[in-house]
């Protein structure tokens, strides 16, 4: 059902209807954000597929910008610059990337849409905005979702490529608390980067051999599962096996080792302490964690603040006890 539909079946008046114009603006900006973005995307996708997508979500969101508009009557019709600025810079990055950064940013959008309104819908469930909301979520779940489930599913594999800057972002973390430690123990930068090095190499194979045993178990699981379905007659989907065991430990170890070099290569480059470590990972961290939020339709700035302070906490702890393994101990090269 669209929202035009919807709109004319909702027939209560905005001057009987309490709403927080901070809220009633910020859904408002969304639904513009997500038009403009499939418009841009519209203008950068080469596929058929994807162009027809793109059209079917263009008229659905056309329908959902007009529907918000009119049921708080108000006339918002520029995106702030904040969202500017953020479409700008989507759009930037699928036009260098293409088909598959197109397809993760349709899924992210749905995911990050869809959560939004389950959560608003649960706190004013009851409440008129809650049954708008309740009728816009129906049509996000039942066309929009499935629109882009549809198209996405048979052209990449999105939980891969979380996968992998979650690997990163692990890498990272971990072994930045690694350098920081060995820096409060160590006085010799080239003893830090040998056992930084040593450590990173280590979690990588360990990480790697994790996701193969893991995914090596779950498909003899699955396999022993599809079998005695086929047995006594149920139709199985080769969908339920999951992906190769070696493929995924090659991906899940490398990123993880990438990610791990981030710390490492300031010290390779003779960094004294552990400050610039510090700073560049710091920086990539933020990145990082924005692609997750975006890709996982999680608040950016509570994934970066999340990160940073886990990272915090890493180093400080890891430095401290360095430092008193120095100290109490004599450790020291």
């Not at 918002?76 to 197109?102: D, P, Q, T, W, Y």
């Not at 790697?208 to 199985?236: D, M, P, Q, Y």
């Amino acid at each position: 059902m669209c929202a035009t539909t919807l709109l004319c079946r909702f027939t209560m008046t905005v001057s009987s209807t309490s709403h927080d114009p901070l809220l009633a603006r910020t859904l408002i900006l969304d639904e513009l954000f997500d038009l403009s973005l499939y418009k841009a995307l519209r203008e950068i996708s080469h596929d058929t597929q994807t162009q027809q997508t793109l059209d079917e979500l263009i008229r659905v969101e056309t329908g959902h910008l007009e529907f918000w508009q009119k049921f708080f009557n108000s006339s918002v019709a520029r995106l702030n610059l904040s969202r500017r600025l953020k479409l700008m810079f989507i759009a930037f990055v699928c036009r260098v990337f293409g088909s598959i950064a197109v397809h993760l940013t349709l899924e992210a959008i749905e995911v990050y849409g869809v959560r939004k309104y389950l959560t608003l819908w649960k706190s004013y469930r009851g409440a008129p905005l809650g049954e708008a909301l309740q009728n816009i979520l129906m049509d996000e779940i039942k066309h929009e979702d499935v629109l882009v489930t549809n198209l996405t599913d048979h052209r990449i594999n999105a939980e891969q490529i979380r996968n992998i800057f979650l690997g990163l972002n692990d890498g990272l973390v971990e072994i930045l608390g690694a350098v920081s430690g060995f820096f409060g123990a160590f006085s010799n930068p080239a003893t830090v980067l040998t056992a930084a090095s040593t450590t990173a190499v280590a979690g990588a194979l360990s990480m790697g051999a994790g996701a193969f045993l893991a995914l090596n178990s779950e498909r003899e699981v699955k396999a022993t599962t599809a079998l005695k379905k086929h047995f006594i007659g149920e139709i199985t989907s080769e969908t339920d096996i999951p992906e190769q065991p070696v493929r995924a430990a090659l991906v899940v170890g490398a990123s993880y080792f990438f990610g791990a070099l981030v710390p490492v290569v300031p010290v390779v480059f003779g960094a004294q302490d552990v400050g610039f470590s510090i700073l560049t990972a710091g920086i990539v961290i933020v990145l990082v964690s924005m692609i997750l939020a975006f890709l996982s339709g999680m608040s950016v700035l509570r994934r970066i603040t999340l990160n940073l302070a886990i990272v915090s906490v890493a180093v400080i702890t890891t430095y401290l006890i360095g430092l008193l393994a120095k100290t109490v101990w004599g450790i020291s090269v």
